[in-house]
C-alpha cells in the first residue's frame, strides 16, 4: 500500500456568509478575499504539515494544481514541491499534478519535474492531469474542444523529451519546436512514475491502460459514491484485456479525521470538514464544464462532473457525511476498517490522504495524522501484499542521496 | 425551407434551401438555426436563401478538423462553392456575422453584398461582451432578448433540465455545437478580424438590435468605422436576436440590399 499525505492548501477565511455574497470559490472569487500576510503565515504553516506527514512514515507527500481557487492555493504546485524536497529525506513527493496542456511550452513541464526528480534524488511522483474545466478552459483561456487533442500532444512532447538525449525537432499542432534538448534529466528512467487524476473520462481510462500509468480519481464525494467510477474503470481495465490487475494501477483521494474516539473525532473535526463543504465547494455550476471539454461519448455515459448543478453535498449533518462515506472518521479502529472497505471495495493501491480539510487548524491535522501513521497505516500496509514487488506507480529514489548542509562558511583553502 | 445535405471537401453539410430571388447565404449564430427558422421563410419570399449549418449543430456531422478561424471561413467558402453559388449576398447573425466577415475580408471579389446582423468578431474593452460559455441555461434570455419573458418562452419551450434523460440530451447538443462554436469564440469572441475589416469592397449593412445586452450597438460603429462602405440600421426593441424579436424589419432591412 501506498499512503500519500494530500493538501489541497483551502483559504481558510472564506467569511460565513461566503455563499451568500459569492458565487463561486473558483474562477471569479474576489481578490478582497485574499490577505497575503496570512497567505505568507499559511503557506509555511501548510508546507510544515506536508513535511510532518513525510515524516512520520506516509509513503508520499502530495500536492496540486488549481488556479484562482479558494480551496486550492498552489497555481505552481512545483513550487511548493520544491520546497518540500529540501525539508524531507524519505518520502516521495507526489505532484498530481501540472496541467500539461497549460504550459507554453509545455516543455517546461518536462523541464521541472526533472529538476525536482534531481533536487529530491528521484523522489519524484508525476501527474499529468487535463484539469478540470475551471482551471484550464476558464481560469487559463484553453478551447474546450481543442483541450484534450493540446493535451496529447503536450504529452507526447514531454514523454520524447524525457526519452531522447540528443536534440530533436518537434513539429506540434500547438507547439513547434526546433531544438527539444532536455537539460536536466530526470533521475528515474526512463521517467518518473506517471499517474493521471480523472474525473470519469472513458478516454483517460483508456490513456491510462496503454500507457501503463496510474489512474486517479480525486473525487470530494468519497469512497462510497466513488465505488460506481472505479468499477467502471476496472471493468476497463478487464476489457481492454490489460496484462494485470495491480491495484497500483488505481488511486483515490479521501478525506480522513482520526481521534481517539468517534465522538471526539465529530467534536475536533466536523466544524472544519462543514466550512470544506459548505464554503470551499461553491462552485457556479456555469465553470463546470464547459461545453467541448467533455467528449460526447463520456456525456452519454452519462458521467457528469462532480461540480455539476445538483451533484454537490451541501449542508448535510456530520453523521450523513461520516455514514456516506463523504468522509472517513472516527477512531483509529472505525478508520481502519472503513479504510479497508474503501482499498479492498475500490482496488486502489495508491490512497491519496485528504487529512488537512477545510479551515482545520494546524494542531488538529497533526494530531490526525499521527494518528492515522501510528495507529492505522500500520493495520492496512498487509492489503495488496502479492503485488508488493510491482515498482511500476511508484518512485525509485537514489540508495544514496544528498542532505541540505548546513550554512557556514569555511575558510578558503587556495591551492 | 428544405433540409438537405451537400458534401464538402472534410465534412457532409446539412443546409436549408427555399425560395426565389437573387442568392443569399445566411449563416447562423452560436445558438444554431431553431430560433431563425420563421426569418428564414420570410427571408425566402424575396432570396433563394442557403442556410448550412456549421458541422456539428443540428443532426449534422461533427468536423474535428476545423480549428481555428482559418479553417472556419475556407470551410464556409467550400460550401458556398458546393452550392454552386456565385457572388452571393452572405449574411450572417453573431457567430454567423462573423464568419462572413471573415469570408469577405478574405475574398472581397466574390461578395455582392454584405449583411451583418449583430456580428460577433470584434472587442472593446468599454464594451466586454458577456460569457455565454459560463451561463446556465435560465440565465440566456436575459442578455439574448429585448422582450425576456417572450424570449425565454420561445427557446425553452419543451425544455426541462430536471429531466436526466433530457438533461444528458441538452448536454450532448450543448457539447457538439458549442463545442464547435467555442474554436472561434471561447474565451473571447475576437480572432483578429478588425486587421482584416479594411478589406471589405461589398456594400455592407449592420443590422442591430438597439437593445443588444450581448453585442452591444457600441459594436455596430466599431464595424462601421473599420468597413469602407457599411451602413448601420439600429432597430428598436430588440435584443440581440433581432431576427426573431423583428423578423419583418430585419427582413425588410436585408430587402434594400438589391
Not at chain 2, 419573458?149 to 419543451?158: D, I
Not at chain 2, 453585442?215 to 436576436?241: C, K, S, T, W
Request: with cysteine; net charge negative; charged share 20%.
Amino acid at each position: 500500500m501506498r499512503f500519500t499525505w494530500f493538501n489541497l492548501m483551502p483559504w481558510p477565511y472564506l467569511p460565513e456568509d461566503f455563499r451568500e455574497q459569492n458565487r463561486s470559490v473558483w474562477v471569479d472569487i474576489s481578490g478582497n478575499l485574499f490577505d497575503p500576510v496570512k497567505g505568507h503565515a499559511l503557506y509555511n504553516d501548510y508546507m510544515d504539515l506536508l513535511e510532518y506527514a513525510g515524516g512520520v512514515g506516509f509513503d508520499g507527500i502530495g500536492v496540486n494544481e488549481h488556479h484562482q481557487n479558494g480551496y486550492g492555493l498552489m497555481p505552481s504546485p512545483n513550487l511548493i514541491a520544491a520546497g518540500l524536497a529540501r525539508r524531507t529525506d524519505q518520502c516521495a513527493i507526489v505532484v498530481l499534478g501540472a496541467s500539461i496542456a497549460l504550459y507554453n511550452p509545455p516543455l517546461r513541464v518536462a523541464e521541472e519535474f526533472s529538476m525536482l526528480d534531481c533536487l529530491s534524488g528521484g523522489r519524484l511522483v508525476a501527474g499529468f492531469p487535463v484539469g478540470t474545466s475551471m482551471d484550464t478552459n476558464y481560469c487559463y483561456g484553453t478551447i474546450p474542444g481543442l483541450t484534450r487533442e493540446k493535451y496529447a500532444e503536450a504529452h507526447e512532447l514531454i514523454r520524447r523529451a524525457w526519452a531522447e538525449r540528443e536534440p530533436f525537432a518537434f513539429n506540434g499542432r500547438y507547439t513547434k519546436l526546433r531544438y527539444v534538448n532536455l537539460w536536466p534529466r530526470p533521475v528515474q528512467q526512463p521517467h518518473p512514475p506517471i499517474h493521471i487524476p480523472g474525473g470519469g473520462s472513458l478516454e483517460t481510462f483508456d490513456f491510462c491502460i496503454d500507457h501503463t500509468y496510474s489512474y486517479s480519481y480525486l473525487s470530494f464525494g468519497g469512497y462510497i459514491r466513488g465505488k460506481q467510477l472505479m468499477d467502471a474503470y476496472w471493468d476497463r481495465v478487464a476489457q481492454r484485456n490489460t496484462p494485470d490487475t495491480s491495484p497500483y494501477r488505481a488511486g483515490f483521494a479521501q478525506f480522513i479525521c482520526v481521534a481517539d474516539t468517534d465522538s471526539e473525532a465529530e467534536r475536533l473535526y466536523a466544524p472544519h470538514v462543514h466550512y470544506f463543504y459548505n464554503r470551499c465547494l461553491h462552485v457556479y455550476p456555469g465553470f463546470a464544464d464547459a461545453p467541448g471539454y467533455r467528449t460526447i461519448k463520456t456525456i452519454q455515459k452519462g458521467v457528469l462532473s462532480q461540480y455539476a448543478p445538483g451533484s454537490l453535498f451541501q449542508e448535510h449533518p456530520w453523521k450523513d457525511l461520516v455514514e456516506n462515506g463523504h468522509v472517513i472518521a472516527g477512531s483509529p479502529e472505525t478508520v481502519r476498517q472503513r479504510m479497508e472497505e474503501l482499498i479492498e471495495g475500490l482496488r486502489v493501491g495508491n490512497v491519496f490522504c485528504l487529512m488537512q480539510i477545510g479551515d482545520m487548524p494546524k494542531d488538529k491535522c497533526m494530531h490526525s495524522t499521527r494518528l492515522f501513521a501510528e495507529k492505522v497505516m500500520p493495520k492496512l500496509r498487509h492489503l495488496f501484499a502479492e503485488y508488493a514487488g510491482d515498482g511500476r506507480f511508484w518512485c525509485h529514489p537514489l540508495p544514496k542521496r544528498a542532505v541540505p548542509a548546513e550554512v557556514r562558511e569555511r575558510p578558503l583553502v587556495d591551492a | 425551407m428544405e433540409l438537405k445535405t451537400i458534401n464538402t471537401h472534410r465534412v457532409p453539410v446539412r443546409y436549408y434551401e427555399g425560395g426565389e430571388g437573387p442568392p443569399l447565404v445566411f449563416l447562423h449564430g452560436a445558438g444554431g438555426l431553431v430560433m431563425d427558422l420563421q426569418f428564414l421563410d420570410q427571408l425566402a419570399r424575396r432570396f433563394h436563401v442557403y442556410a448550412p449549418l456549421v458541422p456539428g449543430y443540428g443532426d449534422s456531422e461533427e468536423c474535428p478538423e476545423l480549428r481555428d478561424m482559418l479553417d472556419f471561413t475556407l470551410h464556409t467558402w467550400d460550401v458556398v462553392d458546393a452550392l454552386g453559388v456565385r457572388n452571393p449576398i452572405l449574411a450572417g447573425f453573431s457567430m454567423g456575422g462573423m464568419i462572413a466577415g471573415e469570408m469577405a475580408a478574405l475574398a472581397p471579389h466574390d461578395v455582392a453584398r454584405l449583411a451583418l446582423i449583430a456580428p460577433a468578431g470584434l472587442w472593446l474593452d468599454e464594451h466586454p461582451i458577456p460569457d455565454i460559455f459560463a451561463m446556465l441555461p435560465y440565465d440566456l434570455p436575459k442578455v439574448l432578448f429585448y422582450d425576456e419573458v417572450a424570449g425565454a418562452q420561445a427557446m425553452t419551450a419543451g425544455m426541462d433540465l430536471g429531466d436526466p434523460k433530457f438533461l444528458q440530451a441538452f448536454l450532448v447538443e450543448n457539447a457538439r455545437q458549442l463545442g464547435a462554436a467555442g474554436k472561434i469564440l471561447f474565451p473571447i469572441p475576437e480572432r483578429g478580424l478588425a486587421g482584416r475589416l479594411y478589406r471589405i469592397r461589398a456594400k455592407t449593412l449592420l443590422i442591430w438590435g438597439e437593445s443588444d445586452k450581448l453585442i452591444a450597438p457600441a459594436y455596430a460603429r466599431a464595424f462601421q468605422n473599420a468597413i469602407a462602405d457599411a451602413e448601420v440600421v439600429m432597430i428598436p426593441q430588440a435584443g440581440h436576436l433581432v431576427p426573431f424579436e423583428k423578423t419583418a424589419e430585419v427582413v425588410a432591412a436585408l430587402s434594400r440590399l438589391v
